[in-house]
């Protein structure tokens, strides 16, 4: 076990959470880590409980006002188990290609499509950090775009991913090795840090400035190619390392490396586990999902715990939202 409390492998996850009530303890832990906290007169302290009742209802002993568990939460009003919900967070986040929905639907017994699709879209809605950090600052960051989709519903993803020199680099560098030693490939010097994902309407100059502003710490170095639209970061307070790369994938590999193979991991995960087969209008969330288990890749159980925190504080959209394109996910 993880000394957070959180379990760090599938036979700790399976012997933590064996049934709905331990889910619903460790949910109530999450959402109220100091107590249970009235959410009509902010009293502190133990409350009552109901035991016939289905779902968990916390009654304050000061003002005798009722409070659901999931309420307020990306599981509220579901009628879906709790162990469904927390299975779910474990399969999104602790495997790499991820879960479509039907792959989802299958593994949970579920009976209806439909609820597989609505878990997954509102576990994503827990995915977005609301005070995340800007990313930069000491690590040169690389920006580029590139088209998701197909012929006719093609979408511009512009990207922005840290460049981060691993501990070792130098003494890996003394050595000379080649890349590969004894037919073992070695780690490169240079490894992805933080990502940054989002779709945008176009590649004008408004559009792309907008996402560096909100997401790359001012008096970083940002790395791009020879774009108009990038031609004004300078007077933003970056600083800009511009090549004109003109489709030579020797230049492109050799200027901005960690960001093409954000890029293909993204369109490979797109097109392997869900077929290609995303909605516009859902794009930002998958792109979401994609830069949260990519930015916690190295600690996947870690992953699990931050999705049901952040999931406990949550809002998150309904069905009816989701298939009329109304709700907006978070970029």
């Not at 990313?135 to 990207?159: C, L, Q, R, S, W």
């Not at 070695?186 to 907008?210: E, H, N, Q």
């Not at 979401?288 to 931050?306: D, G, H, I, L």
């Amino acid at each position: 076990m993880d000394p957070r409390g959180f379990p760090t492998s599938l036979p700790e996850f399976q012997k933590v959470f064996p049934n709905d009530e331990a889910c619903a303890s460790y949910l109530e832990m999450m959402r109220w880590p100091n107590g249970f906290t009235c959410p009509k007169c902010n009293y502190v302290g133990k409350p009552y409980r109901f035991q016939t009742r289905s779902s968990v209802v916390l009654r304050c002993r000061e003002c005798k006002a009722n409070a659901s568990l999931t309420a307020g939460t990306v599981m509220q009003s579901t009628h879906t188990p709790l162990s469904t919900w927390f299975w779910g967070a474990y399969l999104v986040t602790t495997q790499t290609p991820g879960q479509s929905a039907l792959q989802f639907q299958r593994q949970l017994g579920l009976s209806r499509y439909e609820t597989a699709f609505q878990i997954l879209h509102k576990l994503r809605a827990g995915m977005v950090r609301p005070e995340r950090e800007q990313i930069g600052g000491e690590y040169p960051v690389e920006v580029d775009e590139t088209f998701i989709g197909g012929v006719h519903n093609k979408a511009i993803v512009v990207a922005a991913v840290e460049v981060r020199l691993r501990k070792d680099a130098e003494h890996r560098a003394a050595k000379h090795k080649e890349e590969h030693s004894g037919g073992v490939p070695l780690k490169k010097l240079i490894y992805a840090g933080r990502l940054r994902l989002r779709a945008v309407a176009g590649r004008s100059a408004d559009d792309l400035m907008t996402f560096i502003l909100e997401n790359v710490a001012k008096g970083t170095t940002i790395r791009t190619d020879a774009a108009q639209s990038y031609r004004s970061l300078p007077g933003f307070y970056y600083v800009h390392e511009q090549l004109k790369i003109a489709g030579d994938p020797e230049k492109a590999e050799a200027h901005l490396p960690m960001v093409h193979l954000v890029f293909s991991n993204l369109k490979t995960w797109i097109l392997g586990t869900h077929h290609g087969a995303i909605g516009p209008q859902h794009l930002q969330a998958y792109l979401n999902e994609f830069v949260f288990r990519f930015n916690r890749r190295f600690y996947p159980m870690t992953a699990f715990n931050s999705v049901l925190g952040l999931a406990a504080h949550a809002v998150s959209p309904t069905y009816a939202q989701l298939y009329s394109g109304e709700w907006r996910h978070a970029a």
